[in-house]
């Protein structure tokens, strides 16, 4: 199975500031058809798992433009450029590319 | 719109099994798979399973190959998850999640509102 590795797990950011999460994937995520299917979840508390990103940097409809997904091959990271409150939560990122999908471990989100 | 609406908390005893159920509405049933994952208290996220409706043929993670069953009734837009030989480690949040069917890759939404099943003696 791939190994899905984030960083930092926890995270306290001051609002209207920005935030990084790191991924690593441990086989490349890059398919024949050119495509990199890496996907980012945010998990608010107390809710299911919502879609912000696929394929690395495309915004899933509805996902405000602060929220922005880049990287290539093994290495990712989601951004949030200025954050805001609703923004807490848990932060996943997951392969899709090879069964089983796997998940990282998540990355906790909070306002300080 | 797909919505995806399970069935309520359960709770279980060491050994039995529980079937949890994911009702779909919105869109066409037969036109995606559904996935189960589920998340233990205070854990990540882990895959167990799919089932695309249309072709009647599941997929299971390794880790519960011979004690998941994934089924689906395309009559009702239901998906079902069965786990036996339940045991303490089992207890967690149970989610269906809808993926694309025929696409090159995996990913899910929406997602259903979870199930909690606690097993305990």
């Known amino acids: 199975d791939i190994v899905m590795t984030q960083t930092p797990l926890s995270l306290s950011v001051t609002p209207g500031q920005p935030a990084s999460i790191s991924c690593k994937s441990s086989?490349?995520?890059?398919?024949?058809?050119?495509?990199?299917?890496l996907y980012w979840y945010l998990q608010k508390p107390g809710q299911s798992p919502q879609l912000l990103i696929y394929?690395?940097?495309s915004r899933f409809s509805g996902v405000p433009d602060r929220f922005s997904g880049s990287g290539s091959g093994t290495d990712f990271t989601l951004k949030i450029s200025r954050v805001e409150a609703e923004d807490v939560g848990v932060y996943y990122c997951?392969?899709?590319?090879?069964?089983?999908?796997?998940f990282g471990q998540g990355t906790k989100v909070e306002i300080k | 719109q797909v919505q995806l609406v399970q069935s309520g908390a359960e709770v279980k005893k060491p050994g039995s099994s529980v079937k949890v159920s994911c009702k779909a509405s919105?869109?066409?049933?037969?036109?995606?798979?559904i996935s189960w994952v589920r998340q233990a208290p205070g854990q990540g996220l882990e895959w167990m399973g799919r089932?695309?409706?249309?072709?009647?043929?599941?997929n299971y993670a390794q880790k519960f190959q011979g004690r998941v069953t994934i089924t689906a009734d395309k009559s009702t837009s239901t998906a079902y998850m069965e786990l036996s030989s339940l045991r303490s480690e089992d207890t967690a949040v149970y989610y269906c999640?809808?993926?694309?069917?025929?696409?090159?890759?995996?990913?899910?939404?929406?997602w259903g509102q979870g199930t909690l099943v606690t097993v305990s003696s």
């Open positions: 999640a809808r993926e694309p069917v025929g696409a090159v890759a995996v990913w899910f939404d929406p």
């Open positions: 919105g869109g066409t049933f037969s036109s995606y798979a």
């Open positions: 089932i695309i409706p249309i072709l009647g043929i599941a």
């Open positions: 086989q490349s995520l890059l398919h024949s058809d050119g495509k990199t299917y």
């Open positions: 394929e690395v940097s």
């Open positions: 997951m392969q899709g590319i090879h069964l089983p999908p796997t």
